[in-house]
């Protein structure tokens, strides 16, 4: 499945229409009707629910007179409130006259008419919000504004149609106020805004319904559109588990990072690796805290690397050999320390050709070493936070998140590596400029030891044998998979690391079995 942003849609509407032969008018019924029977379906158990529609003047208002006619050809009572009828024109002038030569019933938008509404408002009543659609950016201006801020002060459901009104469907920013939906019924692809910023705010469950613009179009114009994860993209991304395989079969991943201030981090990815699947995991951790790290997690394999006051020594990667691993993930724990940068050079130049995971810290200490990794023989994933994606670029967090997609891919393109931007809605670029958009993540997942974990379950996948990219989108939506649902158990506030990794055990379980 893919995304789309405003000019997309618009080619692809175009296409439709001019290329194809379907007129605008049937592709907005075809809409209408679709959303229509979506309404229906959310209120099958309780058949005397009111409807009321709110309509503006472009073609998400078209959708709106359509969805209004055919709730009440389907007996239900429906209100159509209008914001502005002056200047409608097109596909929406048709479907309105419509709609008024039927005489069905339409209330304006007008301040004298403000109190009734308000007392249907506070009815039990779905909303269904068509005032702007895609077509949205910056400010809002009246009277759109106050009636968002009239249906966003209601208790009852709100479905939007597209797109929340007030949400750029491009960048998924709220420059004012926006519509905060229960559902979103979108067209043909969901819309790029859907996870960016503050769109995950605004959009509640999401749905594409089918209006006769088919997906195949995207081909035709070649457009070059983000992928959405899907559950099924990440089980078939899994890497396969021969049944007669053994210990070395499935991989060796080496797990550099820990210090004296952070001596759980690197266990959380030496545990996620082994619990997903890797054959064997090796913790390289100062020896200092060895011992507190094998008493934690005696199931993997150790190597006390030397020290200097608590952080590793920038001569314990030299004269190692790395031949016989098949991963490295390095970072987790390993905090900021001097001679770091030296000690982080000194891996890359001993390092022989295998898988590179980079997390944390180990990214602050890798960031001006960026022509050593982008020629370097095997796959290199940087997973950043935006915090640590601006520190690589040395920008602000606020550019990072007002730019995920593109600063992501031009990252990834520049430096010829993968590149995983976390966040609400995780980013995965890959060295080809390919862009998949992970739509699941909650804030049950905002807690340290989070990021420990995917860094260990892409590791164990690319141990495993799972190309980069399959790795990281089955990692990556599992992970936020497992978050999501531990915390219907222990709530948002009460997930843990531990839980992820015990919820992704769930998961491939599940996964594997059904």
């Known amino acids: 499945m893919f995304a789309v942003g405003r000019e997309d849609m618009r080619q692809m509407d175009h296409y439709a229409i001019e290329t194809l032969g379907l007129p605008g008018a049937i592709l907005m019924e075809n809409a209408g009707m679709k959303v229509t029977d979506e309404l229906l379906k959310l209120t099958r158990d309780k058949p005397d629910t009111r409807f009321l529609v709110f309509a503006g003047a472009g073609n998400n208002g078209g959708d709106g007179f359509v969805i209004a006619r055919r709730l009440q050809d389907e007996g239900k009572s429906c209100m159509l409130i209008v914001t502005n009828t002056s200047s409608l024109q097109g596909d929406a002038k048709v479907h309105y006259d419509v709609y008024k030569n039927r005489k069905l019933k339409m209330v304006p938008f007008i301040e004298e008419l403000i109190p009734d509404i308000k007392l249907l408002l506070s009815e039990n009543v779905i909303i269904v919000d068509a005032l702007l659609g895609t077509g949205c950016t910056g400010k809002l201006r009246e009277p759109v504004r106050s009636v968002i801020e009239l249906i966003n002060s209601s208790r009852s459901r709100v479905v939007s149609v597209d797109i929340p009104s007030g949400v750029n469907s491009d960048t998924g920013e709220v420059a004012d106020i926006a519509i905060r939906a229960d559902h979103t019924i979108t067209f043909v692809a969901p819309k790029v805004g859907f996870f960016l910023q503050q769109g995950p705010e605004h959009i509640g469950e999401w749905k594409v319904v089918d209006i006769s613009v088919p997906s195949s179009i995207a081909d035709e114009l070649t457009l070059e559109l983000p992928q959405v994860i899907t559950e099924n993209n990440a089980i078939h991304a899994l890497p396969k588990r021969p049944k007669h395989g053994h210990k070395g079969t499935f991989g060796h991943v080496l797990v550099l990072g820990g210090s004296k201030s952070y001596v759980g981090a690197p266990i959380f990815t030496a545990k996620a690796a082994l619990h997903s699947g890797a054959g064997l995991v090796t913790l390289g951790v100062p020896e200092g805290i060895y011992p507190m790290a094998a008493t934690q997690f005696p199931e993997a394999l150790f190597w006390p690397m030397a020290e200097t006051g608590g952080h590793l020594a920038v001569t314990s990667c030299e004269q190692e050999s790395f031949n016989s691993y098949d991963v490295v993930a390095v970072g987790p724990g390993l905090s900021r320390f001097a001679g770091g940068e030296e000690w982080m050079k000194s891996l890359w130049h001993s390092l022989d050709g295998q898988a590179v995971v980079v997390d944390a810290d180990g990214l602050y200490l890798s960031r001006d070493l960026l022509d050593i990794i982008s020629v370097y023989d095997g796959p290199v994933v940087f997973t950043p936070h935006p915090g640590e994606m601006g520190a690589l670029l040395n920008t602000t967090v606020q550019d990072v998140e007002a730019n995920r997609l593109d600063i992501a891919k031009q990252f990834a393109l520049e430096h010829r590596l993968y590149l995983v931007l976390k966040g609400h809605r995780t980013v995965i670029t890959t060295p080809e400029g390919e862009v998949y958009i992970n739509p699941l993540g909650s804030s049950a997942l905002g807690k340290g030891g989070s990021g420990d974990v995917l860094t260990g379950l892409i590791a164990s996948f690319l141990a495993q044998g799972a190309k980069p990219k399959q790795a990281l989108i089955a990692a990556t939506?599992?992970?936020?998979?497992?978050?999501?649902?531990?915390?219907?158990?222990?709530?948002?506030?009460?997930?843990?690391?531990?839980?992820?990794?015990?919820?992704?055990?769930?998961?491939?379980?599940?996964?594997?079995?059904?």
């Open 477 to 514: 939506y599992l992970h936020a998979s497992a978050g999501e649902n531990q915390s219907a158990l222990h709530s948002e506030y009460g997930v843990t690391a531990p839980d992820i990794i015990e919820g992704s055990r769930k998961l491939l379980h599940d996964w594997t079995t059904n």
